[in-house]
């Protein structure tokens, strides 16, 4: 069963725009954490935000927000103000369990273009 | 601080030959973790390795792969005998024990090509 569902393989926006990536989980876990990674053409995996699942607020980072629906089990990624150099591909992965179990379960990803 | 280092960054092998994938983790870092990415796919997780013991092996393949992470040196992911399958970006996480999730940092990641 797909643990991490990214529904939108590609999005164009344009810049200056706000844009919210979907991701929706599956876990029974009642511990879990969820990140958001960015992957430019380059390659490299970014590290963009993270949000536990006993945290009370919504995590926030710069122009990254993640808002996070825990009884529908979704996170979405929310960038605020688009930029050129936010098109890149976009990866909403999660851990299960306890801390000291660290494996990431990845989604499909989402491609992300911003148009000026 | 160097980040999590992979080396090469570009590996090419014909069919049959061994790959050798090197990653060395971050400083005080003893938790390795390695992901394999074919295209247009997300990364999925093969095996999670403390210094010279192997954690989780379940997303390995049965056959032709091995990874190791000595008391000395970088980790090592191995691939014998290469297919065009294997074709793929492989990439090394790193982790200090217990600590997500800003201690959970990738490398750049290996691109191995079979042809």
């Known amino acids: 069963a797909q643990k991490i569902t990214q529904t939108q393989p590609g999005m164009f926006v344009q810049e200056k725009e706000a844009v919210t990536l979907d991701c929706t989980y599956d876990t029974s876990d009642p511990s879990y954490g969820l990140f958001w990674y960015k992957q430019p053409s380059s390659g490299e995996m970014i590290f963009l935000i993270y949000q536990g699942s006993y945290d009370q607020q919504n995590a926030t980072e710069g122009r990254y927000s993640l808002n996070f629906q825990k009884a529908r089990k979704s996170a979405n990624l929310v960038i605020s103000a688009s930029q050129l150099g936010d098109s890149a591909m976009y990866f909403c992965?999660?851990?299960?369990?306890?801390?000291?179990?660290?494996?990431?379960?990845f989604g499909q990803g989402t491609r992300l273009t911003i148009n000026p | 601080n160097a980040g999590v280092m992979q080396n090469p960054r570009h590996l090419v092998r014909r069919r049959g030959q061994e790959a050798r994938l090197r990653c060395s983790p971050m400083?005080?870092?003893?938790?390795v973790y390695w992901y394999r990415q074919l295209p247009e796919e997300g990364l999925k997780f093969m095996v999670y390795?403390?210094?010279?013991?192997?954690?989780?092996e379940s997303g390995m393949p049965k056959e032709r792969f091995s990874a190791e992470f000595p008391k000395e040196g970088p980790s090592i992911l191995r691939i014998q005998q290469v297919v065009r399958g294997d074709s793929a970006a492989y990439f090394c996480?790193?982790?200090?024990?217990?600590?997500?999730?800003?201690?959970?940092?990738f490398g750049s990641g290996t691109r191995l090509t079979v042809v």
């Open positions: 400083k005080g870092h003893s938790h």
């Open positions: 390795l403390q210094k010279e013991n192997i954690i989780d």
């Open positions: 992965a999660m851990r299960e369990g306890a801390q000291g179990a660290q494996k990431l379960v």
């Open positions: 996480a790193s982790s200090p024990r217990n600590k997500p999730p800003d201690g959970y940092t």
